[in-house]
C-alpha cells in the first residue's frame, strides 16, 4: 500500500517569493507521483507528474518538482508565485498501471499582496 | 474535448434520506473512479471500474454506499440511508487503461464534483 505526507497544511507567501511544498511518499513498489491543484468550488486538476526518466519534471502555471527517491520525497516548487496561484494543493501517488491515486491531506498555498 | 461531467453538483439532504449522483467521464476513457473528499482531507477511492466491471471497492461502505457502471460509460453512485458523516464532495475521475497509449496515459480527469450535504 502506498501513503502521502504533505508536511505543511498551509503556506502563506508574498506575491513574486519562491515557493515549495514539501510532499513524502511511503510505498513498497514504484510509484508514479503527481501534484494536483484544486480551486475553490472545482475539480482536480493535474500540475504535473513523474512517471520515469529525468528526476526534474516541469508543469503548468511555472511549477516544477524533483523525485528523490532516496529521500522518498516529490517536493513541488515554483520560483515566483502569483495571486492567482492561491488553491489547495494535494500531492497523490499511485502504484505503476492504471490504479487508484493515493492522496495526501492538501496544503493551502495563500499568496498575499 | 469534453471534459468529466458530473450532475447534480451541490445537494443538501436529511439523514436516512438516499440520494444519487451522476458521471459521464471522457468518451472512450475504460476506467472510472468514485473518490470521497472530506472537507480539509484528500480524496479517498471509493470505487474503480474498468468498463462495466468492478476493479476495487475495498473502500466503499456496501452496506449504504453503491455504484454502478451498467454499459460501461456513465455511472452512478448511491447513498442509501445517509449518514452525517457523509457529507463531502464525491469526485468522479476517468482515465485510459494501460497500453492503449502508453506511459502518458495514466492522468486521472477529474469532474468538478457534487458537494453533499447531509443535516
Known amino acids: 500500500a502506498q501513503s502521502v505526507t504533505q508536511l505543511d497544511s498551509q503556506v502563506p507567501v508574498f506575491e513574486e517569493a519562491p515557493v515549495e511544498l514539501r510532499c513524502n511518499y511511503s510505498?513498497?513498489?514504484?510509484?508514479?507521483l503527481f501534484w494536483y491543484v484544486q480551486y475553490p468550488n472545482q475539480g482536480l486538476q493535474l500540475l504535473l507528474k513523474y512517471l520515469s526518466g529525468s528526476t526534474l519534471v516541469k508543469g503548468i502555471n511555472g511549477f516544477e518538482a524533483e523525485f528523490n527517491k532516496s529521500q522518498t520525497s516529490f517536493h513541488l516548487r515554483k520560483p515566483s508565485v502569483h495571486i492567482s496561484d492561491t488553491a489547495e494543493y494535494f500531492c497523490a501517488v499511485s502504484a505503476r498501471g492504471n490504479t487508484p491515486l493515493v492522496f495526501g491531506k492538501g496544503t493551502r498555498l495563500s499568496v498575499i499582496a | 474535448e469534453a471534459g468529466v461531467a458530473q450532475s447534480p453538483r451541490y445537494k443538501i439532504i436529511e439523514k436516512r434520506q438516499s440520494v444519487a449522483f451522476w458521471c459521464n467521464p471522457i468518451?472512450?476513457?475504460?476506467?472510472l473512479y468514485w473518490y470521497q473528499q472530506i472537507l480539509g482531507q484528500g480524496p479517498k477511492l471509493l470505487i474503480q471500474?474498468?468498463?462495466?466491471?468492478?476493479?476495487?471497492d475495498s473502500q466503499l461502505p456496501k452496506d449504504r454506499f453503491s455504484a454502478e457502471r451498467l454499459k460501461g460509460v456513465d455511472s452512478t453512485l448511491k447513498i442509501q440511508p445517509a449518514k452525517l458523516e457523509d457529507s463531502a464532495v464525491y469526485l468522479c475521475?476517468?482515465?485510459?487503461?494501460?497500453?492503449?497509449?502508453?506511459?502518458?496515459?495514466?492522468?486521472?480527469?477529474f469532474g468538478p464534483g457534487t458537494r453533499l450535504t447531509v443535516t
Open positions: 471500474f474498468q468498463n462495466n466491471g468492478v476493479v476495487d
Open positions: 468518451s472512450g476513457h475504460a476506467t
Open positions: 510505498s513498497s513498489v514504484s510509484v508514479y
Open positions: 475521475a476517468s482515465s485510459i487503461p494501460q497500453g492503449q497509449l502508453g506511459e502518458g496515459s495514466y492522468e486521472q480527469y
